[in-house]
């Protein structure tokens, strides 16, 4: 039996992919337990996660219920190298692949995904956004759920394994096999819909799209609990990458719920990951979550080219600001052998890191939610039904994705402590000071309810874009109208809001938005601190025009495009477009000074620091201390030394000392009235500092 509380204290983990077919004998014949111990003792590995089966679907132990892999049918060498992990105190965590699973598409033609054109993963017209490598399987199929039943039970016959780890319990696509439809007619009574085109206008695909996210969610529930009641006490872990991609993959935060921890493997730039990393922590069942990332700079599709030192060393900084575990993956050559040099590299991040373990505990500090809702991972609902499209290039973006990431690189120019709590853990809300909703288009009236209740009883909202207009309707009385046609518009300070948008955009000149604006009226007058303003021509008219390259402003509107009043105790900032989700800069700077306005005041925590530090906090009530993280979140490299500077932070504890960790080193600092100041001397990637109290 494992150690099954190993991953409250495993920082450092790994995962070398072994995704290999055996059509050609040479492949993994080199495969070498010893040889794969040496790479992960020289990668500071506390974790190592293990194929026991892949995408291929080929097995790594004597299996019945499946074919086993050519490579392991003499030996089983995966149970060799789990005994070995386990004997030098490595936890050993097995790698299970569900629904991707070339074998059984094979095996059983009947259990397999069928798109919206009936073709099947594997064939050359089909709508699945993946290669035509990957044969994929219905979680709907219930022969298949009594396969994986009879696969859980042989693996967890032939290995002792500290926890288990299920990839891909997701939707590629939308599946119409027989079992789709007749569980569709079961739960709903209904026909299967039509999907000429998906539209979310109609109704009939947003019940196709709730029953996918429920089906998912119960698909990733039974995966998990076969394995619980199989092996009682092996911790589950789903990868749950998808959490912020867009609807087609229908997750609702299902996979996350029935894990014992979240995990998932993330692509994204370094500002994305401190993003997630945020959303992660506030998901988990229990921490620390999982950050999952290649060595490869693009998952492990390079294979061979591999990530700096020093980037390696600010991911795993990254995470560990948010106390989470740092999982690197790998990819064995198709031969079974692994390239140490990597491991050498991983080992230089993790041998930096691992001293600041001890000090990963109590709870984030965080007064700004942005909530995200799982829900509404559309594009422009409902103006803007472009989602025809199940190509995932389309759909890689979506409007709330980007308010998410933009939005939140304004609040860390700002110095806000911030997090991502999503739908699903809403009542994380309470207590912040702030919180923002921003082009959460499918809010239920539950939610509304609920935010108005927070809001009521003194907490502080930034509503902006499309979001359902039922909360602006609540909150400010605001008469949802429609939108503006134009898809270039606007907004124009008034003379109550001109000191929100600074010298450079006033009522001639305003403020651009490269997106229709939400037009509503605003009965009960409360103060609009701007308007809508639209361009001379219809942008969409390719002849006529007032300026060749650009659509100036010329015909300006009464309709608000921001809204500044009050509910109950709390303050309500309304914005008819999202412009905070511009890439650029001017757009930040309005959106951090409207926020201000609701917010009440600037951050508790102020820097000198160049805007790419951030900082995290943790309150460790138990040890009588704050633990203070600044991370140095650059984009391109050679990243530059962060450099010196001073740090305030306002704070109700009693502070009596301030230290440098991991050595203790005591750092001089003043206290006077609640605001505690101190010097960080020479930054180069992170910094964590202890706060007395
Ligand atoms: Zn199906």
Not at 562 to 578: E, T
Request: hydrophobic share 35%.
């Amino acid at each position: 039996m494992g150690n099954m509380s190993w991953y409250k204290n495993s920082y450092r983990r790994c995962l070398v992919d072994m995704h290999i077919e055996d059509w050609n004998e040479e492949f993994l014949s080199e495969f070498d337990p010893q040889s794969y111990l040496d790479c992960m003792k020289r990668g500071n590995i506390k974790s190592a996660m293990i194929y026991l089966q892949s995408h291929v679907g080929l097995c790594n132990w004597p299996s019945k219920s499946g074919r086993v892999h050519k490579a392991f049918e003499k030996e089983n060498k995966v149970k060799e190298l789990i005994g070995l992990c386990r004997a030098e105190g490595l936890d050993a965590v097995g790698y299970y692949s569900l629904i991707f699973n070339n074998w059984a598409y094979e095996a059983h033609p009947e259990w397999r995904v069928v798109d919206p054109l009936g073709a099947n993963s594997r064939e050359p017209d089909s709508m699945f956004g993946f290669q035509k490598r990957y044969g994929i399987v219905c979680p709907n199929n219930m022969e298949y759920r009594a396969f994986l039943t009879e696969q859980f039970t042989e693996l967890f016959g032939t290995y002792d394994i500290d926890g288990i780890f299920l990839d891909m319990a997701f939707w590629p696509t939308i599946c119409i096999c027989d079992s789709c439809r007749a569980r569709y007619r079961k739960d709903t009574g209904r026909d299967f819909p039509r999907l000429a085109a998906v539209d979310f206008n109609d109704p009939d695909c947003v019940r196709l799209q709730l029953c996918r996210e429920a089906w998912m969610s119960e698909f990733a529930h039974f995966a998990a609990d076969e394995c619980r009641r199989i092996c009682p006490g092996i911790p589950v872990e789903h990868n749950n990458a998808l959490l912020t991609i867009s609807w087609i993959y229908a997750c609702n935060g299902g996979a996350a719920l029935a894990s014992d921890f979240t995990g998932g493997d993330q692509y994204g730039g370094q500002y994305e990951q401190s993003v997630i990393c945020k959303l992660m922590y506030e998901i988990t069942n229990n921490q620390p979550f999982e950050y999952m990332t290649s060595r490869c700079p693009k998952l492990i599709n390079e294979h061979t080219t591999t990530k700096s030192a020093q980037l390696m060393k600010l991911q795993n900084y990254i995470t560990l600001a948010h106390h989470g575990a740092m999982l690197y993956i790998d990819a064995i050559d198709p031969l079974g052998t692994m390239h140490p040099g990597i491991y050498d590299r991983i080992g230089e991040a993790f041998r930096q890191s691992e001293p600041f373990e001890k000090y990963l505990s109590g709870k984030m500090v965080a007064d700004v939610a942005v909530y995200f809702d799982m829900k509404s991972k559309f594009r422009n609902l409902p103006q803007d039904p472009d989602i025809s499209s199940q190509d995932p290039g389309h759909l890689s973006t979506y409007p709330q994705l980007d308010a998410l990431n933009e939005g939140s690189r304004a609040l860390v120019a700002g110095n806000y402590q911030y997090t991502v709590i999503p739908d699903i853990r809403k009542e994380k809300i309470l207590g912040k000071k702030a919180v923002i909703v921003t082009e959460a288009s499918m809010l239920s009236d539950d939610e509304i309810t609920f935010l108005a209740d927070y809001v009521e009883k003194g907490g502080n909202i930034y509503i902006s874009g499309n979001v359902n207009p039922g909360l602006a309707q609540k909150l400010l009385s605001l008469e949802f109208l429609g939108w503006t046609d134009w898809k270039s518009s606007y907004i124009a300070p008034t003379e109550a809001g001109q000191q929100y948008f600074g010298d450079m955009y006033t009522a001639k000149h305003p403020l651009s938005y490269t997106k229709s604006q939400m037009l509503v009226h605003n009965p009960a007058h409360h103060q609009v601190l701007a308007t809508v303003t639209l361009p001379y021509t219809n942008p969409m008219d390719p002849v006529k025009f007032a300026s060749i390259h650009s659509n100036p402003p010329g015909i300006a509107t009464e309709y608000p495009a921001v809204v500044y009043g009050r509910y109950g105790k709390g303050r309500v900032l309304w914005s008819a477009g999202a412009f905070e989700s511009t890439a650029a800069r001017p757009q930040k700077d309005v959106f951090l000074n409207l926020f201000g306005l609701v917010y009440g005041g600037g951050s508790f925590l102020k820097s000198t620091a160049p805007e790419c530090v951030q900082f995290t906090l943790f309150d460790d009530f138990e040890h009588s201390r704050l633990l203070l993280h600044a991370v140095n979140v650059q984009e391109l490299e050679p990243f530059f030394r962060a450099g010196s500077f001073s740090v305030t932070l306002e704070t109700d504890k009693p502070v009596s000392r301030v230290r440098i960790l991991p050595g203790l080193e005591d750092l001089p600092f003043t206290f006077e009235s609640g605001a505690l100041s101190f010097e960080v001397k020479d930054m180069d990637l992170f910094v964590m500092i202890e706060v007395g109290y």
